[in-house]
């Protein structure tokens, strides 16, 4: 990220929302603030992308990991302990630590559905842009047929000199 871009987005986030405002407390225009903007709303996007797909699943399966460790220690010191005390406590722990699992695997089921939802989406947009590249091409070549026939017309056609 560029230093421009930095303060911009330092001063959107400040609550600054006119380009203009922007533009003039930058010394630089209003289409180069908006052209900025554009690109930060592309990175933000990125990034959010990004997290749902790599960050968020790996801190999930650390958290996974972490719990099975304590729910393997808490065993341990239930198995393992002659007081009454430290094994109810142990007890406490293991139950605490199956409702975290639980809550995980839910919320993990949740993310899931979030990267099943982004990837659709972009699948979408992907088809659409596909679609409107279609729609582009086949506009053009109508326009190389008419521009074609009205130079067929043109040639034809008897000139008035």
Wanted: overall charge positive; hydrophobic content about 35%.
């Amino acid at each position: 990220m560029s230093l421009r871009q930095s303060r911009i987005a330092e001063l959107l986030a400040k609550g600054y929302t006119n380009q203009g405002i922007i533009a003039r407390e930058l010394n630089v225009s209003e289409a180069t603030v908006s052209r900025e903007i554009k690109f930060l709303e592309k990175q933000a996007q990125i990034n959010l992308q990004n997290h749902i797909k790599r960050r968020i699943p790996l801190e999930m399966e650390h958290c996974y990991t972490g719990l099975k460790i304590v729910l393997r220690k808490a065993y341990e010191v239930f198995d393992n302990s002659t007081r009454s005390s430290e094994k109810l406590q142990a007890l406490q722990l293991i139950l605490t630590t199956y409702d975290k699992l639980q809550e995980l695997l839910l919320d993990e089921n949740y993310a899931n559905e979030s990267v099943d939802m982004l990837q659709n989406r972009e699948r979408r947009m992907e088809e659409r842009l596909e679609l409107r590249k279609e729609e582009i091409i086949q506009r053009a070549k109508e326009a190389e047929v008419t521009e074609y026939q009205r130079q067929r017309i043109l040639t034809v056609w008897p000139s008035s000199k």
